[in-house]
């Protein structure tokens, strides 16, 4: 036989559970020894702790309610009556006791809770009447309507009363609404012959956008857009059915259009933007074949490079100067190496060697002072111009120096 405080198994394997009114039958034992008995059992006691701890959580810090939290605690105090476990069952049910009572407070809370937020909507909603009624006899059409408006949205908001209170409040409350809504109605019955006036006119201006709206001539479009928009605002106010409807229309046409032309113009931007990127790679590759030191291989080098950039396409305006001007400058380098190879190799190109490396000289002593003044003036667009053509000709200086030699 073993035992411990809260239970024992006899010789015959039948577990026992001590309670304040006695040993209490747990259950039959046989699969092992009287120590794994009492375990086994204890083991089910831990686990209606920790479900009565949980239950005890929920309540406390949940919004469990009342019949969930009392049928939860039924049945944990089945389970303990039974005397399925071995540990200080009592104790569970104590704690199950005080369980209930929070319950039970918390519930009474709750109904008192209730009773309180009731009466503050009722109240509430009778301000809410009360201030209606009061609207329905101002002139003032779009202040007492937009204040409406925010009353029903107020309203909305609020809790359901009984069913009795709520329909008789909300009966006073929509027949000051409507009463307003008929005082109004009347008092713009004058103004109908001017709106229907505008509202032709503005079906005619809604028509001509609507028809504008997949034009793809987009200057001209979008100027004749902006003379619709003052004619439309020359021409008031519709009745209200219609005046949203018709903007409506009248925007959305204009949305369609803006939003082509917008695409259209992001994807070409994008696609120049691109296009900028490959030429300014192109130019980087063409100025490496300077100085020029095989003209043959050079010139086959700047064709090959030349084919693939008038495949490319246009880039930004803005940018074009200066990449395009970079590529001229090789260019005009390749051409003036050529002069100064055919002027090597003519028969007369010996007399005028000198001659030219000193021309040669000199433009390249101008573009170093040129660039100096515009350096001086603080144009550095203009500066760094010239130094991309001082490298031009400072290229073909060498060059002709180079060539003045080998004449010599």
Known sequence: MSSDPWGRVDETGTVYVRTADGEKVVGSWQAGSPEEALAYFERKYEGLVVE????????????????????AIDHLREQVDAHHAVGDLDALRVRLDKLVELVDARREERRAQRARQAEEARRAKEALVTEAEELAQSDQW????????????????????????????????????????????????????????????????????????????????????????????????????HEDDLWNRFRGAQDVFFAARSSVFAERDAEQAENLKLKEELAGEAEKLLPVTDLKAARAAFRAVNERWEAIGHVPRDARPKVEGRMQAVERALQEAEEAEWRRTNPEARARAAGLTGQLQAAVDKLKGQIEQARAQGNDAKAQKLERELEGRQALLDQALKGLQEFG
Do not use: C
Not at 52 to 71: F, N
């Open 52 to 71: 009565i701890g949980l239950l005890e959580k929920r309540v406390k810090t949940t919004d469990l309610s009342s019949k969930d939290a009392r049928t």
């Open 142 to 241: 779009r202040a007492a309507g937009e204040r409406l408006r925010a009353l029903v949205d107020t309203w909305k908001g609020l809790p359901r009363l009984d069913r009795k209170s709520d329909d008789e409040l909300w009966h006073r409350f929509s027949h000051a609404r409507s009463a307003f809504s008929k005082r109004r109605k009347q008092h713009f019955a004058q103004l109908d012959a001017q709106r229907e006036e505008a509202r032709r006119t503005k079906e005619r201006l809604v028509a001509e956008a609507e028809s504008l709206s997949n034009s793809t001539e987009w200057g001209a479009t979008a100027a004749r857009y902006r003379e619709l928009m003052a004619e439309w605002k020359a021409a008031g106010r519709a009745q209200r059915e």
